[in-house]
């Protein structure tokens, strides 16, 4: 599948490549700062500490694992994916399921060495993703040829990070590209590429779900102090829970635009 012919599509997705490159190569390496680690909502329950921040992550394993498990079947799925996606899309949903687990076990005691198992998983979630949309929107040779380098990056960001703050000179700045320039990517994607298949409205609602999440986030404390019945870092997991399903629920009930 070829992009439709505008150079703006092509020219969006270098500035969304180049500009955070080029920021945060502008930017002097940086730690993890470690206030992070102190969420809004620290109350304990039945003898889980953080146990909203903990079971918040329950739907995203669930989702996780739901999508594995769709995907187990060829033929549930053969008309509703490209030859050859069965398989990333697998690895997408289970690195989802990863991600919550991990996220539980971080959140259980937050410090630098549990954040790893948290952002490792989420980074190759986010690279196969990319690589699934390129293979679908601009062309499977293309989408295979970038999955596992992509993999490696993403991977290979948390790594640096975490080895870099084990050495004593963290260095963030590898991880935050990770982070924004896939969601720098997507929306030309989605607008300037043709997807084979029906319902691409789908994916909007699963990127803003997930702009959703990382505004909670950052509005952890402000949302928590509001009544403190729920943090932002909570809703953040729910959220991220919601963007996973409306992945799954896109590829469940696509089917193929005619030729």
């Known amino acids: 599948m070829a992009v439709h012919g505008r150079w ?6 270098m500035v969304g490549i180049l500009l955070p490159v080029g920021v945060l190569l502008a930017v002097p390496p940086f730690a993890q700062p470690q206030w992070y680690h102190q969420f809004a909502d620290q109350r304990s329950c039945c003898g889980i500490t953080n146990a909203a921040n ?27 994916l490209q030859p ?3 398989w990333p899309y697998a690895a997408f949903f289970a690195a989802i399921a990863c991600t919550g687990l991990g996220s539980a076990w971080y959140h259980w005691a937050p410090d630098n060495q549990r954040l790893l198992w948290d952002r490792l998983p989420l980074a190759v979630a986010f690279m ?19 999955l596992v380098p992509l993999v490696l990056l993403g991977a290979g960001s948390v790594l640096y990070w975490h080895f870099s703050e084990l050495a004593g000179r963290g260095d963030l700045r590898p991880y935050l590209l990770v982070q924004i320039v896939p969601l720098l990517l997507l929306p030309p994607m989605l607008l300037g590429c043709a997807s084979p298949f029906t319902r691409s409205g789908d994916l909007w609602a699963a990127l803003l779900w997930y702009v959703a999440a ?16 729920v943090s932002g ?13 409306m992945i799954l629920h896109t590829i469940q009930r696509r089917t193929a635009k005619p030729e």
């Open 84 to 86: 050859g996606t069965r």
């Open 128 to 146: 196969v993703l990319v690589s699934i949309l390129v293979w679908e929107r601009i062309g499977p040779r293309a989408g295979r040829l970038l």
């Open 54 to 80: 903990v079971l918040s992550n329950i739907p995203l394993v669930v989702m996780g694992l739901w999508g594995v498990w769709w995907l187990s079947e060829p033929e549930r799925c053969r008309a509703r």
């Open 8 to 13: 703006w599509v092509a020219a969006i997705l």
């Open 214 to 229: 990382k505004a909670c986030e950052a509005l952890d404390r402000q949302i928590y102090v509001l009544g403190q019945v």
């Open 233 to 245: 870092h909570t809703l953040k997991h729910l959220a991220a829970a919601v963007s996973a399903y």
